[in-house]
C-alpha cells in the first residue's frame, strides 16, 4: 500500500496594491471628484459671480486632488523602496 501523496499548499493570490488599501488616498480621490461636480455645476450656470466661484472652487478642488495624489504616490513609492 503507497501513502497518498501530499497535496501542495494552494498558491495565494497576491494581494491588491498598497493604494487600493490605503484609506488617506480616498481624499484626493474624492477632491477631484469635486472638481468635476464643481466645473459641472459651473458650466450650466449663467450668472457672472456664479461662474466666477464655480471657476475658483473647480481650480481649487483640482489642483489639491492632484496634489494629494501625487503626495502620497511619492509616500507609497518611498514604502516600498524601504521595504526592499
Known amino acids: ?5 501530499p497535496t501542495p499548499p494552494a ?3 497576491p494581494g491588491p ?6 484609506t488617506i488616498d480616498w481624499p484626493g480621490v474624492l477632491l477631484l ?3 468635476v461636480a464643481t466645473m459641472a455645476w459651473t458650466v450650466t450656470g449663467g450668472a457672472a459671480p456664479r461662474v466666477l ?3 475658483v472652487a473647480t481650480a481649487v ?5 492632484v496634489a494629494w495624489i501625487g503626495a502620497e504616490y511619492v509616500r ?3 514604502r516600498r523602496e524601504r521595504r526592499s
Open 11 to 13: 498558491a495565494t493570490p
Open 61 to 65: 478642488a483640482l489642483v489639491a486632488g
Open 76 to 78: 507609497c513609492r518611498s
Open 33 to 35: 471628484l469635486l472638481g
Open 1 to 5: 500500500m503507497t501513502a497518498p501523496s
Open 53 to 55: 466661484g464655480g471657476s
Open 17 to 22: 496594491p498598497d493604494a487600493l488599501l490605503d
